[in-house]
């Protein structure tokens, strides 16, 4: 089983950056699909974005792109969401997810295709407040 666990989060003005950390408690995230969703209050979880652990590959929701950049430390077993330019309506709980894959293609379907309901292991989420 695969256990996460987000960190980061806080409260800061429109306009400020922010660095989300999701860690996995994994032997190896060589063959994990990992993606980030968020949830304001009162709304659907929505998809932020997704990386490939085997080859780095990542994808965005067409929302977020340009401000929002996934990366990952394959020594740490974290994946990292730095957030650029921040909007009061990025204010939500941040969510990671993982899957165990075996292939690039796999793991963008599951972002493209399934979003949260393609993901079998969830952090407990992390708050991020924006003020204006």
């Known amino acids: 089983q695969v256990q996460l666990v987000e960190s980061g989060g806080g409260s800061v003005q429109a306009g400020g950056s922010l660095r989300l950390s999701c860690a996995a408690s994994?032997?190896?995230?060589?063959?994990?699909?990992m993606a980030w969703f968020r949830q304001a209050p009162g709304k659907e979880r929505e998809g932020v974005g997704a990386?490939?652990?085997?080859?780095?590959?990542?994808y965005y929701d067409d929302s977020v792109k340009g401000r929002f950049t996934i990366s990952q430390d394959n020594a740490k077993n974290t994946m990292y969401l730095q957030i650029s330019s921040l909007k009061p309506e990025d204010t939500a709980t941040y969510y990671c997810?993982?899957?165990?894959?075996?292939?690039?293609?796999?793991?963008?379907?599951?972002?493209?295709?399934?979003?949260?309901?393609?993901?079998?292991?969830w952090g407990p989420g992390t708050q991020v407040t924006v003020s204006s």
């Open positions: 997810a993982a899957r165990e894959t075996t292939s690039t293609g796999y793991c963008r379907f599951l972002w493209g295709a399934q979003r949260q309901s393609g993901f079998s292991f």
């Open positions: 994994a032997y190896t995230v060589s063959n994990l699909c």
């Open positions: 990386i490939y652990y085997g080859d780095g590959s990542t």
